[in-house]
């Protein structure tokens, strides 16, 4: 039985769900995982820069790019862009938060660890912790691969036009996050986040996000306790694009102001960011919206009802 850190049992208690540790999260992976890795052909990495602030980046190739050589590692051959920003933070040593997501298939798991070896064709990770997500609020995409001519990085300031209509239209994003210094069984990690479109209140630079429910291990509210440090990652699934934004959060226990189906939320005032054009050289499906979804609301509907 795995054991959660200090700030993953005090948000676990804010929340009325002490779990204390679960056999679900394991020093290893089991096989059905290590298949399940090397299925895919887009994988989620979530580390920290310089500062020990969190950044994401995907990492793509032929299924199969990602291997497992034994139950406690990971080699994922994918040529690491020297222009990503994110790039620079993927190093031997490094603290790596993983995520195996298949939104064809619904499926996902975490697995997160240590960078042990790397250079610019790609890096092996020594996995510390590996479990597995439900399926809930994923929405279904089917993909394919698409040739692209990747575009420049354009480093942001702040939320330009472009970015906006992307947050307003999102159903999907990913958080990077990482456990404050000193602890245990802390480290970096990135999870999965979906609702309806219009989920993600944008106002100003700051973007709030809903907490629907979900495993209760409260991975990566708990490590906002310690570190309130993140970095979001949204895609344009039709364009190929990466929108990677930093900034600072903050937790509301107390609710989400009447939005349906969310118990808490949080909130990233955005510092910075970044976007590569056309990165991803994969295409998706529209949508096929889950089916928790039917059971959520968006912010807009919310501050409508309670004005």
Do not use: K
């Amino acid at each position: 039985m795995a054991d959660f850190h200090a700030d993953e049992l005090i948000a676990q208690a804010h929340a009325g769900h002490v779990l204390g540790g679960t056999p679900a999260v394991r020093p290893f992976m089991p096989e059905q995982h290590r298949l399940f890795f090397a299925s895919l052909p887009y994988l989620l990495i979530g580390a920290a820069d310089a500062a020990g602030a969190p950044v994401a980046t995907l990492l793509t190739g032929a299924p199969g790019f990602v291997q497992s050589p034994d139950a406690t590692h990971l080699a994922i051959a994918a040529a690491l862009d020297p222009t990503d920003p994110a790039v620079g933070s993927l190093v031997p040593g490094a603290e790596a938060g993983i995520l195996g997501i298949d939104l064809a298939t619904r499926r996902r798991n975490r697995a997160n660890g240590r960078i042990v070896d790397g250079d610019r064709d790609g890096l092996a990770v020594a996995v510390d912790q590996s479990f597995g997500n439900c399926p809930q609020y994923i929405q279904r995409r089917a993909v394919e691969p698409v040739p692209r001519r990747p575009g420049s990085t354009e480093i942001l300031s702040a939320l330009d036009t472009e970015a906006e209509a992307l947050i307003d239209a999102a159903d999907t994003l990913f958080v990077a996050t990482r456990s404050r210094d000193g602890l245990r069984e802390g480290g970096a990690d990135i999870s999965h986040r979906g609702g309806c479109p219009g989920f993600v209140r944008r106002r100003g630079d700051v973007l709030t996000v809903p907490d629907f429910s979900g495993n209760r291990y409260f991975n990566t509210l708990g490590n906002l306790i310690g570190e309130p440090r993140a970095a979001v990652l949204f895609l344009d699934f039709a364009s190929g694009d990466q929108l990677v934004l930093q900034g600072r959060t903050e937790i509301d226990w107390t609710g989400a102001a009447g939005l349906l189906g969310a118990q808490r939320s949080w909130s990233v005032t955005i510092t910075g960011g970044w976007r590569r054009r056309a990165v991803v050289p994969l295409r998706w499906s529209d949508p096929e919206p889950a089916p928790q979804l039917a059971r959520t609301g968006i912010w807009a509907e919310a501050e409508g009802v309670r004005s």
